[in-house]
C-alpha cells in the first residue's frame, strides 16, 4: 500500500479527530465514505451518523459513493469483500471490525431502511431540520420555510417592484453607484440587524463618532461664525493680483456661496484648502497650498482668520462623511 493510501486510511479513522487539505480530485470525498463505512462497520447505528456539507450537489454525491459502496458490498464474492474490507481498513479485515461478513452485506439495506435515511445533509439543511423540530422555542413559525438565493433574488425584486414609485427610490437613486441593484440590496438586508434601533440614524452616527445632538445645523455653525463672505471677499483682490495659480483659487472660490453656507458648501471649501494643488494627505490646515508665497505676505491681518477657517473646515470634514453617511444609510 502507498503512502497516499496509508494516508487516506488514517485520514478515514472514525475515531481520530481529523483535519484533512487537499487539492480538488485528491481524493477527499472517497476518504469522508471511508470514514462513514467504517463507522458503520464497527457497529454504530446508521442513524447516529451526521455528515454535513457546504453544498446539496456535494451532499448528493457523497450519499451516492456512499450507497454505491454499500451496495457493492452485498454482492461480492466473500473473498473479494474480505480485500476491500481490508483496504479500508488495512490489517483488520472483518475481524478486526464489530459486525462479520453477512452484516457487512446488510449494510446498504439498513441504510436505505434507516428512518429517514443516512443524515448527509447540507449545514442549512441541518439547521433548519433542528429549527423544525424546535420552531417555537426559536420564535419561528412551525411553518416557515428556508430561502434559497434564487427565492431570495425574487423576494428582493419583488419588494423593489413595491417601492419603485415611492421616495425612498429616488433617495436611493441619488446615491447608487452603478454596481448591480440586486448585491446593493442584498447587503442592505444581510445588515437589517443594524436598522433594529428605535433611532438607526443616532444608533449609526454614534458608531461613526458623531457627538449627541450633531446635526447638520450643529456642524455649520461649527464652520461658519458669520463673517466668512466678507473675509473672502477682502481675500479675493489680493488672489486676482497673484500667481496663475492664485487666480485659479479666486475663481474657484466666487463660485462658492457663503451667504447662506450648507453642507455642499462645506465640502467645495474641504477641495479648495486642504486637498487644493500643493497639499497632501493626511488633510492639514496648514496654508502651505493656499495661497502663494507672495500672496500670504500682501495678505497681512487676513492670514490668520482664513488659517482660522481651514483649520476648522479640517475639524468638520470627518464630522461632514460621517454625517453623510448615516443619511445614504
Keep these: 500500500m502507498d503512502d497516499a493510501t496509508l494516508a487516506q486510511n488514517r485520514a478515514s479513522d472514525p475515531h481520530a479527530s481529523t483535519w484533512l487539505s487537499a487539492n480538488a480530485g485528491s481524493g477527499k470525498t472517497k476518504v469522508l465514505t471511508d470514514r462513514v463505512a467504517r463507522l458503520l462497520l464497527s457497529g454504530v447505528e446508521p442513524q447516529r451518523i451526521l455528515c454535513l456539507t457546504y453544498t446539496k450537489a456535494a451532499a448528493s454525491e457523497m450519499q451516492n459513493r456512499l450507497f454505491g459502496l ?23 479485515g472483518i475481524e478486526g471490525t464489530g459486525i462479520g461478513l453477512p452484516e457487512a452485506r446488510r449494510l446498504f439495506a439498513r441504510a436505505i431502511e434507516t428512518p429517514g435515511g443516512l443524515k448527509i445533509q447540507t449545514i442549512h439543511s441541518f439547521c433548519a431540520s433542528l429549527l423544525r423540530r424546535f420552531p417555537l422555542e426559536a420564535g419561528l413559525t ?8 434564487r427565492s431570495g433574488t425574487a423576494l428582493r425584486e419583488e419588494v423593489l417592484d413595491a417601492m419603485a414609485e415611492g421616495p425612498e427610490m429616488a ?16 447587503e442592505i438586508a444581510a ?16 458608531v461613526l463618532g458623531l457627538p449627541p445632538g450633531m446635526d447638520a445645523d450643529a456642524l455649520l455653525a461649527r464652520v461658519f461664525l458669520g463673517d466668512e463672505a466678507e473675509l473672502i471677499a477682502a481675500i479675493l483682490p489680493h488672489l486676482d493680483a497673484g500667481s496663475v495659480t492664485d487666480t485659479r483659487t479666486a475663481e474657484r472660490l466666487r463660485r462658492i456661496d457663503l451667504t447662506a453656507p450648507g453642507l455642499a458648501e462645506v465640502a467645495a471649501l474641504e477641495g479648495l484648502l486642504l486637498t487644493g494643488p500643493g497639499a497632501k494627505e493626511p488633510f492639514s490646515a496648514k496654508i502651505n497650498a493656499l495661497p502663494t508665497k507672495a500672496t500670504r505676505a500682501a495678505l497681512g491681518p487676513l492670514l490668520d482668520p482664513l488659517n482660522a477657517l481651514m483649520g476648522r473646515v479640517e475639524r468638520a470634514r470627518p464630522l461632514r462623511l460621517a454625517l453623510a453617511s448615516v443619511d445614504r444609510s
Excluded: C, V
Design 171 to 186: 433617495a436611493l437613486a441619488a446615491e447608487f453607484t452603478g454596481a448591480e441593484i440586486d448585491g446593493l440590496l442584498r
Design 142 to 149: 412551525p411553518a416557515f420555510r428556508e430561502m434559497d438565493d
Design 70 to 92: 454499500l451496495g457493492r458490498w452485498a454482492m461480492l464474492p466473500e473473498a473479494k469483500l474480505r480485500t476491500e474490507l481490508a483496504g479500508i481498513d488495512e490489517g483488520a
Design 191 to 206: 445588515h437589517s440587524g443594524g436598522f433594529d434601533s428605535a433611532d438607526p440614524a443616532r444608533a449609526l452616527g454614534a
